[in-house]
């Protein structure tokens, strides 16, 4: 494991602990899976963070495709 990685990425994981889903407000269980952010240190639930979790996934894959075009 390097940490020269982007440690800021978003991650998919388990829940370690309970706290609060920074979307919709509402509790998050622990051992429910969430998308952990540490770039805003906050998490929300896989269902509530799916789409932005896919969308910034998918930024960095385009980020691979232009350095491979170019
Ligand atoms: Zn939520």
Redesign the pocket.
Known sequence: MSYKKRSLDPRQMTSRFAST?Y??K?PIKKGEEIIYWPNGNHA??L??GEADYRHSLASFEDEDNYSRQY
Request: proline residues 0%; aromatic residues 0%.
């Open positions: 889903c979307t919709c509402k929300e639930h269902a509530c």
